[in-house]
Every structure is written in structure tokens, then in C-alpha cells.
């Protein structure tokens, strides 16, 4: 069973920077597509950002674009999310999540098979 633990999350000023870290057990991690979504309170869950099995691609949704970084060490089985220019409206719940199927850059959360138990992130203004 593939287990995705996150942390990094915490409460940070507008404009500040928080890095989101997630360790995923398995021998597999390499093979797996990562991903970041989030969820605020009354929103459904959205897409924040994608990476490869490689980590040679990534994609970011629009909101994030130019300011979240993903990146991933399949040597230590981590995938992080360097968040920078934070905003109020970047508060919720972000989740890590593994596409063992390696599709490329999907923004569909049912594609991801795997979840993290999600950490908060607080933006104040």
C-alpha cells in the first residue's frame, strides 16, 4: 500500500513562502506522476500543480503559475511544493497525490489513485 505523508503547512503573511514537503513510501516512487491539489473551506477540491515520473515536466494551474515551484527526489521518495508571493485566497488544505498509471499532467483528481491526509495553509493578509 502507498502511504503519502505531507507537511510544511502553516500560517504565513501575504506574500511570504512555505515549502510543502511529501514523503511516499513504496520502491515504486518513480514511477508514479505527482500531484498538488487544495481545497478551502465550501470549494471543491482543485488542481494546484503535476509533475512527471521524472520529474522533467511539470505543470501549475494558473493561479499558481510563476510562483509555486514542484519538484521531486526519487532518490528520498519526496515531492515538494515551494510556494512563494503567497496570497490569501492560497489558504486551504493542500493534498499530495500519486497517479501510479504516470499519466501526464492531469488536473483530474479521480486519476490519482493515492492521497495524502492534506496539511493546512494559512495565508493572512
Known amino acids: 500500500q502507498v502511504q503519502l505523508v505531507e507537511s510544511g503547512g502553516g500560517l504565513v503573511q501575504a506574500g511570504g513562502s512555505l515549502r510543502l514537503s511529501c514523503a511516499v513510501s513504496?520502491?515504486?516512487?518513480?514511477?508514479?506522476?505527482m500531484g498538488w491539489f487544495r481545497q478551502a473551506p465550501g470549494k471543491e477540491r482543485e488542481f494546484v500543480a503535476a509533475?512527471?515520473?521524472?520529474?522533467?515536466?511539470?505543470w501549475y494551474a494558473d493561479s499558481v503559475k510563476g510562483r509555486f515551484i514542484c519538484s521531486r527526489d526519487n532518490a528520498k521518495n519526496t515531492v515538494n511544493l515551494q510556494m512563494n508571493s503567497l496570497k490569501p485566497e492560497d489558504t486551504a488544505v493542500y493534498y499530495c497525490?500519486?497517479?501510479?498509471?504516470?499519466?501526464?499532467?492531469?488536473?483530474?483528481?479521480?486519476?490519482?489513485?493515492?492521497w495524502g491526509q492534506g496539511t493546512q495553509v494559512t495565508v493572512s493578509s
Open positions: 509533475i512527471s515520473s521524472s520529474g522533467g515536466s511539470s
Open positions: 513504496g520502491r515504486t516512487f518513480g514511477i508514479y506522476s
Open positions: 497525490t500519486a497517479d501510479p498509471n504516470r499519466r501526464v499532467g492531469s488536473t483530474n483528481p479521480t486519476n490519482y489513485a493515492f
